[in-house]
């Protein structure tokens, strides 16, 4: 049982150049979520998927794309980067079981520069 | 929409000292609370939550927090820290299906 892994652990990218992050976890979870990490502003909520078919924005969404390609995986993607998407991804999954709140479970991270 | 203050942005005690880290969130009708922990160069781990209940949880580790209401607050406290303890720490409150997080405090345990 690996929980919640990413790949890649490190990139780096020049500007307008085009990528994906790749996130997968194997609990069976229903809500899968895309954060970016800098310093002193905590994470901030990129995009979520709720369900398997289903996403949705969160606080920072603008110059990103998601994939929710089954229940498993959940991938994020730059379609141009720029100097200002420099940061820690964390990719979290969740049960969402209806009714009771469950914890989110992180990923490793991946480290981003671009260039 | 809710939000998540964490007062101190870096906490440097010594070694066997008690600490307190300080989070206030927005108030609400019904509230959610978590403490996540970030050790150097990893994911965030769960380390305690307030769900309903006692207002006082405990992790496994010797942290507690205390749920307050009336000063809408969820303060993380050990009486006693190691240099283990040494991470970045999240205050974060759910909304929805999301959790907000606050800016996160550096707590750095020195010898």
């Known amino acids: 049982n690996a929980g919640v892994t990413q790949t890649p652990k490190f990139q780096v990218l020049k500007t307008g150049q085009s990528m994906t992050l790749q996130c997968a976890q194997d609990m069976n979870h229903n809500s899968m979520y895309w954060y970016r990490q800098d310093p002193g502003m905590g994470l901030r909520l990129i995009y979520y998927?709720?369900?398997?078919?289903?996403?949705d924005k969160g606080e920072v969404p603008n110059g990103y794309n998601v994939s929710r390609l089954n229940k498993r995986e959940f991938s994020l993607r730059l379609e141009s980067a720029a100097p200002s998407q420099t940061s820690v991804y964390f990719c979290a999954s969740r049960a969402s079981i209806a009714g009771i709140t469950d914890t989110q479970y992180f990923g490793p991270g991946t480290r981003l520069t671009v260039l | 929409a809710q939000s998540v203050t964490q007062l101190d942005s870096q906490v440097p005690v010594f070694e066997e000292a008690p600490v307190e880290l300080r989070c206030n969130y927005s108030?609400?009708?019904?509230?959610?609370l978590f403490w996540y922990v970030q050790y150097p160069n990893q994911g965030l781990q769960l380390l305690l939550k307030?769900?309903?209940?006692?207002?006082l949880v405990e992790s496994i580790n010797g942290f507690e927090a205390e749920f307050n209401k009336s000063q809408t607050s969820f303060h993380l406290r050990k009486p006693s820290v190691h240099i283990s303890d040494t991470a970045e720490y999240f205050c974060?409150?759910?909304?929805?299906?999301?959790?907000?997080f606050g800016q996160g405090t550096e707590l750095s345990v020195k010898p």
């Open positions: 307030y769900l309903s209940g006692s207002t």
């Open positions: 974060a409150v759910k909304e929805g299906g999301k959790l907000i």
């Open positions: 998927s709720a369900s398997e078919g289903t996403t």
């Open positions: 108030s609400s009708v019904s509230v959610y």
